[in-house]
């Protein structure tokens, strides 16, 4: 499995971004996906995860009610809208998947995204 993470960028505080997780391989349909960042100096942090169904979603309270999770199996694509940006969600944003449930361990994924590059101006 190949990730690929996209739709970074930057915005202004309160604004919105849409980040995409996209994948290679079947394996990804049957694989649990999450969200991390890494802001600098650090660690990488759990942010959001989904099953495979997409039945069950997952959130780090940091940004419950504010970012989304979701996918779309035809395309093998998984999403993360985030809204009422603040400038501490500035970070680089990873996306994982595991054969499982999503665990907020980072240790415990297969397969990681490049990052993509989120900037909240103040």
């Known amino acids: 499995v190949q990730l690929q993470a996209s739709g970074g960028g930057l915005v202004q505080a309160g604004g919105s971004l849409r980040l995409s997780c996209t994948a290679s391989?079947?394996?990804?349909?049957?694989?649990?996906v999450s969200w991390f960042r890494q802001a600098p100096g650090k660690e990488r942090e759990f942010i959001s995860g989904?099953?495979?169904?997409?039945?069950?979603?997952y959130y780090a309270n940091s940004v419950k009610g504010r970012f989304t999770i979701s996918r779309d199996t035809s395309d093998y694509t998984v999403y993360l809208r985030m809204n009422s940006l603040k400038p501490e969600d500035t970070a680089v944003y990873f996306c994982?998947?595991?054969?499982?449930?999503?665990?907020?361990?980072?240790?415990?994924?297969?397969?990681w995204g490049q990052g993509t590059l989120v900037t909240v101006s103040s």
């Open positions: 989904i099953t495979w169904t997409g039945d069950n979603t």
């Open positions: 391989g079947h394996t990804f349909s049957r694989s649990a």
């Open positions: 994982a998947a595991r054969v499982g449930i999503p665990t907020i361990r980072r240790r415990e994924y297969d397969y």
